[in-house]
């Protein structure tokens, strides 16, 4: 051992009477934990005194001196050797002035943190999760070109956590695997097989957390639907009726927002398996998208028994009567029309899809007949318009007085009147019969 000057060693006396005010409760040349006769705890006390001396001074290489005596000597002397170790030896990597240097620096770094572990792994505080997270974030800080070992690193962190910190070691470690995909390191599968893991390890986790996770993956380009699709069709062809792989699968392309014939059977498949009405609602949206309306019809009728708020039971029936439209059904539509209407007044697409089934319904009849069902079609219209007035629907109310124009342009002409009615007379009541469609009106001409 070097020898000390006599202004260090002053330094370091006066540095030991001040610990040794704190430790009296323990005398050192009592304490174990400082070696295995009086004498060894003794001079192991002073060293870790040196120790934190030259670590106050910045003194690193002669730190790592001390440091290496007490790993040897009484390495369960107190934690602060391997949390000064570890500053010493990241000090020297960031000094180095070869690879070959800071390579060995660096695994000096990566041992201390594992004694660390060893002797102080059962800490309530800072133990073996704590450790193994820091010692993960260091080598990607030291050595981030290393991605095998960054990730090696993370999962044995991950793999010692719980609660909080293993979210928060997981998002760290998620976030190294999507800057391996993109750089080509690790392929897609590889991703996609840990982001449902870690999902699963989250399950419990804040929504922040989760959300961070999602957005993680979403950014990473791997949630692409042929991806998906390549994935996991294999994986459905082999094991059709296996809830977790459909699960899996159904999750991940919802996610990806995927339309294909192919995510659309695993939907299908999905809710076979676990009916909800989420799944029913959001098939629904994707078979109306597709036009696909017999088949969001089977969704929405699904669906129907389970609501009990009438807002959204309306809005279910409003729904219906357009698929029923698209399916050219007007009499269909017309019903699912008055049922939201009679759940929710307010709701002016009610209005707007009763007055639509009743043009599409005209054709029941022809000539005169045929044209009055616009002044039906009218009042509806006009219903709508006020709802949505009501409601501050902009973009709907000039929808609606777009098809009140529409309505008007259909309206029958004075002489086609007359020679229909006896006492035919612009705002004089009439009763529409055409079909299906009947109702009370007031006449009007174009």
């Not at 986790?205 to 959300?211: L, P, V, Y």
Request: charge should be negative.
């Amino acid at each position: 051992m070097k020898t000390l000057t006599k202004l260090t060693l002053a330094a370091a006396a006066l540095s030991l009477v001040a610990f040794s005010a704190v430790a009296q409760a323990i005398s050192p040349q009592e304490d174990p934990r400082y070696g295995s006769t009086p004498e060894e705890r003794a001079e192991n006390f002073k060293k870790l005194n040196y120790l934190k001396f030259e670590m106050d001074s910045k003194a690193y290489d002669t730190a790592a001196v001390w440091l290496k005596e007490l790993m040897n000597d009484a390495p369960q002397a107190s934690s602060n050797i391997y949390i000064w170790g570890a500053t010493i030896y990241k000090n020297k990597a960031a000094r180095a002035t070869s690879l070959a240097d800071k390579k060995a620096f660096v695994d000096s770094v990566m041992l201390i943190y594992d004694r660390r572990a060893e002797y102080y792994g059962a800490d309530p505080r800072r133990g073996r999760a704590y450790i193994l997270g820091q010692k993960a974030r260091d080598y990607l800080s030291l050595n981030a070109l290393d991605r095998e070992n960054v990730r090696k690193y993370y999962l044995e962190a991950l793999e010692a956590s719980s609660g909080t910190e293993a979210a928060q070691v997981a998002l760290e470690y998620f976030q190294q695997l999507v800057e391996d995909y993109k750089a080509v390191h690790i392929q897609a599968g590889d991703l996609l097989s840990e982001y449902q893991r870690l999902t699963g390890l989250l399950a419990n986790a804040t929504e922040e957390e989760k959300d961070s996770l999602n957005t993680l993956f979403a950014a990473s380009g791997a949630a692409n639907c042929d991806v998906l699709e390549e994935l996991f069709a294999p994986q459905i062809a082999a094991a059709p009726d296996d809830l977790d792989v459909v699960t899996k699968a159904y999750g991940l392309m919802s996610m990806a927002n995927c339309t294909s014939p192919f995510y659309m059977s695993v939907a299908e498949k999905y809710y076979a398996l676990s009916p909800s009405s989420g799944t029913a609602i959001r098939l629904a949206s994707l078979f109306e998208n597709q036009m696909e309306f017999s088949k969001a019809l089977k969704y929405l009728n699904e669906m129907l028994p389970t609501e009990t708020d009438p807002a959204a039971k309306a809005n279910l029936y409003v729904r219906i009567a357009a698929s029923e439209l698209g399916l050219k059904r007007s009499s269909a539509a017309a019903q699912a029309a008055r049922e939201a209407i009679s759940l929710d007044p307010d709701n002016g697409f009610g209005y707007m899809f009763l007055a639509e089934a009743y043009v599409a319904g005209s054709t029941a009849c022809s000539g005169f007949h045929q044209l009055t069902v616009y002044w039906l079609a009218y009042d509806q219209f006009a219903r709508a318009r006020s709802a949505f007035e009501a409601a501050g629907q902009s973009n709907e109310v000039e929808a609606a007085s777009t098809r009140m124009t529409n309505c008007r342009i259909c309206f029958p002409t004075l002489e086609e009147g007359f020679m229909y009615v006896q006492d035919y007379k612009e705002g004089n009541s009439y009763h529409v019969s055409c079909g299906w469609i009947s109702g009370n009106t007031t006449i009007r001409s174009r």
